[in-house]
């Protein structure tokens, strides 16, 4: 054993001096060696270990577990020396004070030893026991039942008592079982998170999760809740599987609402689709019969009634509905199928809404070209696109793997597929990709910025403009050097100027302000305005309603700062000093309060480029809300317009939307029922319904030829006005739209 020890330090020695020669190092390293171990249990491969000099507020050597055979399995840790002076940054000198880590958390508090010396140091989080606690979270089950919620509640253990409270953050993960905002069909339970808190002399609490009761015949089904960000505690076993146990019978009997357009002549037949939870041994059968809303039977459908049937073993069924053509003019029709005597079966809805276009609508947009993953094999998750400045350029982000960003050249209305970039190519290895759920391009063209919420990072990339390449530049990420207020940054916004760029961080509910440089785009950090907060070096008072923001929005005149949070169903306005970027708290509107309404789930935000109306996507609500804005930035709630009200057709929970360079429409997008909306807005001020909306069009998923919009959740118009593009997260597709400026622009046959 002493000579596998000595042969071990010699290698190690001999590492060292080859770095040095390599390297032409002043001094040669210190290295730190041993075991890593987690709770006694080996480290899995590729588990990082690292070293931080708290002087400089640096890691400055960093270790992944099983890459050097010659280690025999330690770790090894060359720390970079310096004995001139000034001194390099970056690296030390004897007797530095340093901490060192295992993916992330605390396990030893050293001193950094003499130049050239190997010293061994056996590393597990175990070490620390006697001074902090240890954290545990144990599992849990519960029987669902047939309607309601029930809890389902885990503990969270210390291995002893502490004299701090120790606190720890936690978050449900999906398994099989599937979470959601509310019950319903296919959500299991309710996503929660927050931070779990145990009191000094108590060595436990509770987590609550909430489960949803219903009568679907299925397996038991699991999901897990996480810990993370400890403080005064280790975290030994970060994850409990929750199982939720069946108990159910019948299964369930869902019908879906329907866009109908009018056939220009003659009768068109439109099937309403009925769909059970599973299979079942039995006949299933309903009764149904049509019902006049606004529409008119005889005049626009045929009234029918009867009863479907789904044989053993099917699953799907339709009703049959003939719709009538007219020659009028009208608006939006409505006429619904009402369901109900269900045999074998528990219904989901009884009524089934069919939204009838006009067949004399104009039509907004017009689908052009598009392309999915057969063909661009990397087109996988897209979160976000974006068209470059000139709108030569498109860049995608994606969630597969660890990450990514696709760029396409656009020429003559289609898209071609020119590079992937992650931090597997080179120059951008020390890229964050993870989670991409934003990007950003700066005013002039010159830099795009991207939101890595996996990662709490955010990416500048310095952009070529004549052919559209990227070159990453810097990479900003929360909590290495300060915390910044961008954990979980899932938004972004530039100034008018291009001189501030403004993070929302979903998980810090922040708002994190960045100035740029104008010469190569990099990110200063400034500020950051959170939740719960007064800053005190503002004229702003504490931050209200702003749980979960995931969207941030700079208006035109660059006066204010707008954010939707999701959590708190609201809109947040932040007024900003044009001059230093800085944000002082204005107000906020949330559902419910003084009248606000449509906010649920409040997901995206488009302020009209004449300054005078926002407009705020409402994801629980299936709602658009418009606010007026006076000249001196002052909002009022003005109307919400919805689905359930027929002001417009689509947008089952809307992600997103964005205004065309002219404000004269906007564009929508509905997830779940796989739509693109277009809006008219009324932009003339003298117009007493100045910036109102009207319903102009929708594209849908297989409906009229369109077969690659299925879960779209991005999209962005082009700087002229021409296009429109959407990302699709279900059919991993990128669909072009041509606009109603396209058609007028180009009328003359020139492109």
């Known amino acids: 054993m002493k000579r596998i020890k000595s042969l071990l330090i010699i290698s190690v020695l001999l590492l060292v001096l080859g770095n040095q020669a390599a390297a032409k190092l002043s001094q040669p390293d210190f290295v730190l060696y041993g075991t890593a171990t987690w709770f006694g249990a080996p480290l ?16 400055v050597a960093k270790y992944s577990m099983g890459t050097d055979d010659n280690l025999n399995g330690l770790y090894a840790l060359r720390v970079p020396m ?70 389902m509640v885990f503990k ?28 319903g069909f296919d959500v299991d339970y309710l996503n929660a998170s927050g931070r779990a808190s145990i009191p000094v002399g108590a060595t436990e609490t509770n987590v609550t999760i909430q489960v949803c009761g219903d009568t679907l015949i299925e397996n038991s089904e699991t999901f897990e809740v996480v810990l993370s960000g400890a403080e005064n505690g280790v975290i030994q076993f970060d994850r409990a599987t929750g199982t939720i146990l069946d108990d159910d019978g019948l299964p369930q009997l869902q019908g879906f609402d329907a866009v109908v357009y009018e056939p220009a002549s003659g009768t068109l037949v439109h099937d309403f689709e009925l769909k059970l939870s599973r299979a079942y041994d039995q006949v299933v059968a309903v009764d149904y019969v049509t019902v006049a809303r606004t529409a008119t039977p005889g005049a626009d459908f045929i009234a029918a009634s009867g009863t479907i049937s789904i044989p053993v073993g099917q699953t799907a069924a339709s009703i049959p509905v003939t719709f009538l053509s007219d020659a009028e003019d009208e608006n939006i029709e409505i006429m619904t199928v009402q369901l109900s005597n269900p045999r074998q079966a528990t219904l989901v809805n009884d009524v089934l809404t069919a939204f009838i276009l006009d067949a004399n609508q104009d039509e907004q947009t017009e689908e052009g070209d598009s392309i999915n993953n057969d063909d661009v094999p990397d087109l996988i998750s897209p979160s976000d696109v974006v068209f470059s400045s000139d709108s030569n350029f498109v860049y995608v982000s994606s969630l597969n793997a660890g990450g990514s960003v696709l760029r396409f050249a656009l020429e003559s ?46 990416m500048s990339f310095t952009r070529n403009n004549a052919d559209g390449t990227l070159a990453l530049n810097q990479t900003v990420e929360n909590n290495l050097t300060a915390d910044f207020g961008i954990d979980g ?20 509910n922040a708002i994190g302000v960045f100035s740029v440089n104008e010469n190569d785009g990099t990110l200063s950090y400034i500020e950051k305005e959170v939740l719960g907060v007064n800053d005190p070096n503002d004229t702003g008072g504490e931050v209200t309603f702003m749980e979960r923001p995931i969207d941030v929005h700079v208006t035109a005149d660059g006066t204010q700062v707008l954010v939707a949070a999701d959590f708190s169903s609201s809109l947040v306005v932040f007024d900003r000093d044009s001059e230093t970027g800085e944000l002082n708290f204005s107000t906020a509107f949330k559902k419910g309060v003084n009248g606000v309404q449509g906010l649920g789930g409040a997901s995206s935000i488009w302020s009209s480029l004449d300054n005078r109306h926002v407009y705020i996507m409402g994801r629980g609500d299936d709602s658009v809300t418009v606010f007026d804005r006076s000249p001196t930035g002052n909002l009022s709630f003005n109307a919400s317009l919805t689905q359930q009200q027929a002001d417009f057709i689509g947008l089952d929970a ?17 997830f779940d029922d796989s739509s693109m909306v277009s809006f008219r807005r009324i932009n003339a001020a003298s117009n007493p319904q100045y910036g109102q ?39 991993n597709a990128l669909t072009l739209f041509k606009t109603h400026l396209n058609d007028l622009i180009f009328s003359n046959g020139f492109d």
């Open 44 to 59: 899995p491969t590729e588990s990082e270990v690292s070293i931080y000099l708290n002087s400089q507020l640096l890691t």
């Open 82 to 151: 310096d004995s001139n002076d000034p001194r390099v940054f970056g690296k030390a000198r004897p007797g530095d004070s340093a901490s060192v880590y295992i993916n992330g958390s605390l396990v030893a508090e050293v001193l950094v030893g003499d130049y050239g010396v190997a010293e061994r140091l056996d590393i597990d989080p175990i070490n620390l026991a006697d001074d902090v606690s240890v954290i545990s979270i144990l599992p849990s089950e519960v029987t669902e039942g047939q309607s309601g919620q029930s809890e």
């Open 156 to 183: 969270v253990q210390i291995s002893n008592d502490s004299e701090e409270v120790v606190s720890v953050d936690w978050q449900n993960i999906d398994g099989d079982a599937i979470g959601g905002d509310n019950c």
């Open 413 to 458: 209305g289609n898209l071609s597929y020119l590079e992937t970039i992650d931090n597997q190519r080179a120059g951008f290895e020390s890229g964050l990709f993870g989670l991409i759920r934003d990007m950003v391009i700066s005013p002039n063209g010159q830099h795009l910025y991207t939101a890595a919420s996996g990662d709490q990072a955010i």
């Open 489 to 508: 940054v899932y938004a972004l916004s530039m100034s008018p100027d291009g001189q501030f760029l403004y993070a929302a961080g979903s998980e810090s």
């Open 654 to 670: 809307p992600l997103a939307v964005v205004g065309s360079p002219d404000d004269s429409r906007l564009y929508g997008l509905g």
């Open 693 to 731: 909306l009207i319903f102009a069009d929708i594209e849908q998923d297989n409906v009229n030829g369109i077969n690659s919009l299925a879960g779209p959740i991005a999209l962005d118009v082009s700087s002229d006005g021409k296009w429109v593009i959407v990302a699709a997260g279900i059919d």
